[in-house]
């Protein structure tokens, strides 16, 4: 059996927005890595003062992981509820960079609560399930 480019390149049944989407995930998570270390190098440069900088720098990794983790997850199949949940963590992880470069007051304050809402949740349905099959 003959194996073209393409059938290697992709696994079968692979829509091209599904390439895509794991294409955009790729370059946004190369960002994100690239953000901590701009980041690392902008801390370690004003001996870890806090600069008005920083909240900017540490919000692009937190919104670009958030971008490369819901692309990933369009990318893959998955089921319903695993997905659901991995589209919550990726906006959590959004609003909290978006909120590093917001003014403190009630927007902030209810996207924080969200950010806090969603983690929770999140690894609480973790530990849930982690605790259901110890059980079984």
């Given amino acids: 059996m003959r194996l ?9 049944g692979r829509s091209a927005g599904r390439t895509a989407c794991a294409a955009v995930s ?4 190369t960002a ?3 953000g901590i270390a701009v980041l690392v190098a902008w801390d ?13 720098l540490a919000a692009l990794p937190l919104c670009l992981i958030g971008v490369s983790y819901l692309f990933f997850q369009l ?3 998955g089921n319903r509820r ?7 963590l990726g906006i959590a992880f959004v609003l909290w960079g978006a909120e590093q470069l917001m003014k403190r007051g ?12 969603i983690f929770v949740i999140d690894v609480g349905v973790i530990i849930w399930d982690g605790l259901k099959g110890s059980q079984e």
Wanted: hydrophobic share 55%; glycine share 2%; charged share 15%.
């Fill in 32 to 34: 994100a890595v690239l």
């Fill in 26 to 29: 790729a370059v946004a998570l």
């Fill in 75 to 77: 990318s893959i199949q």
């Fill in 82 to 88: 695993g997905i659901m949940k991995a589209i919550l």
């Fill in 44 to 56: 370690i440069w004003h001996r870890l003062i806090f600069t008005a900088a920083h909240p900017h």
């Fill in 106 to 117: 009630r927007v902030v304050t209810v996207m924080d609560e969200a950010v806090v809402a």
């Fill in 4 to 12: 073209s480019r393409s059938t290697v390149s992709e696994p079968r």
